[in-house]
């Protein structure tokens, strides 16, 4: 079994081509389903932004010791190779998710909506 040093070093070059599978696999499902280049860069602005927003508020408070009193933590915590990844699959996942079933509801309902 791999050790935790191996699997950092093992993760930390793919990082960005995890993240940015992800990004382009929801794109292009948007893409698909609503055909509207202006959702996907909507979509992948601002969940970038939010997936950022949050990494950021982890590090301040585990690793920076930011607020860390509030969540109960009382020493240094260093970020799980893993923590990336799982951060942006379900920051750009979710919202997403929630983006697709509001417009197939709109794109159902179609002109017949009052």
């Keep these: 079994m791999a050790s935790p040093l191996q699997f950092d070093q093992l993760i930390s070059p793919r990082i ?3 993240i940015a599978e992800v990004v382009i696999l929801a794109s292009l499902l948007i893409m698909t389903e609503f055909r509207g280049l ?3 860069l909507k979509a992948v602005l601002l ?3 939010s997936s950022g927003a949050a990494y950021g508020v982890l590090i301040a408070v585990f690793q920076w ?3 860390r009193a509030l ?7 260093l970020m ?3 923590v990336p990844m799982v951060l942006v699959a379900a920051a750009f996942g979710l919202p997403t998710d929630y983006d697709i079933f509001l417009l197939s509801c709109v794109k159902e309902l179609g002109p017949h909506a009052q």
């Design 16 to 18: 960005a081509v995890i």
């Design 38 to 40: 202006l959702l996907v």
């Design 47 to 49: 969940n970038r932004l």
């Design 65 to 67: 010791g930011r607020s």
């Design 71 to 77: 969540v109960g933590v009382h020493e240094k915590v």
């Design 80 to 82: 799980e190779a893993h």
